[in-house]
């Protein structure tokens, strides 16, 4: 499915005034805190006008978060970008698995009712920890969308392009040996550092990394593989540069996401809970200040928190987003 922004939408960026990036509790304290803090405020976020967390190293889970405006137009979105620490895919499962509680914490402390891992570094290392930290919150995490690149393969050989951790992670490698190798289907891990680096740059087309993804879809394709997964949430913004090589160099390779699947299990959740906002979406004032911890405006359609602000980061996500965006600023 396409990715399109071409509805008006606002987002709210505020500066680190929150967090401090450069701080944090062990692992095991920061558990048996957030674990009693989740009872304490379990009530005030099970309400349909409550926001939708989502959470990703930077801007790359708003690929994820463009499919749930999608599917879920009435809902409010908080988007927590960890920008002072992106990426996550080159550090160690406990740093990971660290920073993001510490997110999934401020995200709740926000009111949400439901909150996202969009981003599969994360999920691989932390997704059933938090789970377990917030037992009453329904948390969704992402795998590559392997599963139906092996049902569509043709010619039985599938690439994973991912991170690191991601495609060390047992989410990903659980996923290829109960359901790739009993359907006898090679599964090629690919992994290049610099692809979520050239995504919170831009995607610069003249740029190195783009020429090494020209020449790795050749070699894809020559070692036969005809489905691609993109099995990082940074990657779909590049779909259409990938779409195109593909076409102008004629190869029979088809692009796999799992956005749409995440928004499909996100909207059966809501229903499921009977958490799906209402269609006229009107809270008020009074309610929102029940659900809300923070000075964070979740009147808005989508606010976007970042750990760390730059000129570039509004740039970067009025691009990703679409020009009709309207970015708004906290002061420090």
């Known amino acids: 499915m396409a990715i399109t922004a071409n509805h008006m939408m606002k987002v709210t960026t505020m500066r680190a005034n929150v967090l401090d990036g450069n701080t944090f509790r062990s692992p095991a304290i920061h558990k048996a805190n957030i674990h009693s803090m989740a009872i304490d405020t379990a009530a005030s ?27 879920l137009p009435n809902e409010r979105y908080i988007y927590y970008a960890d920008t002072l620490n992106v990426p996550y895919g080159n550090r160690d499962s406990e740093d990971i698995e660290a920073l993001t509680l510490k997110a999934i914490e401020w995200l709740y402390q926000q009111g949400c009712k439901l909150i996202v891992i969009a981003c599969n570094s994360a999920s691989a290392y932390a997704l059933d920890t938090a789970r377990k930290c917030y037992p009453q919150l329904p948390i969704v995490g992402l795998v590559p969308a392997l599963k139906p690149a092996v049902l569509a393969s043709k010619s039985g050989h599938v690439a994973v ?47 190195e990394t783009a020429q090494r993804l020209r020449q790795q879809l050749r070699a894809f394709a020559n070692e036969g593989i005809d489905q691609l997964v993109l099995g990082c949430t940074h990657y779909p913004f590049f779909k259409s540069f990938l779409l195109d090589e593909i076409a102008q160099q004629q190869l029979s390779i088809q692009v796999v996401d799992s956005g749409q699947a995440i928004a499909e299990r996100v909207k059966q959740l809501l229903v499921a809970n009977q958490m799906s906002a209402t269609l006229d979406n009107e809270t008020s004032t009074q309610d929102l200040s029940t659900i809300n911890k923070t000075n964070v405006d979740i009147k808005l359609p989508l606010t976007f928190h970042a750990t760390k602000y730059s000129d570039r ?4 996500i009025e691009r990703l987003l679409g020009k009709e965006t309207v970015l708004q600023y906290y002061p420090e």
Do not use: C
Not at 191 to 200: C, K, M, N, R, S
Not at 313 to 316: D, E, F
């Open 313 to 316: 980061l509004s740039a970067l």
């Open 161 to 207: 392009l991912a991170t690191k951790a991601t495609l060390n992670g047992s989410l990903l490698n659980d996923v290829i040996a109960s359901f790739a190798n009993p359907n006898s289907t090679v599964v090629t891990k690919y992994f290049d550092p610099q692809l979520v680096p050239w995504v919170e740059a831009g995607m610069p087309v003249e740029d």
């Open 45 to 71: 976020n099970t309400a349909r006008s409550a926001p939708i967390g989502l959470f990703d190293s930077g801007v790359g889970g708003l690929s994820v978060y463009l499919h749930l405006a999608q599917q």
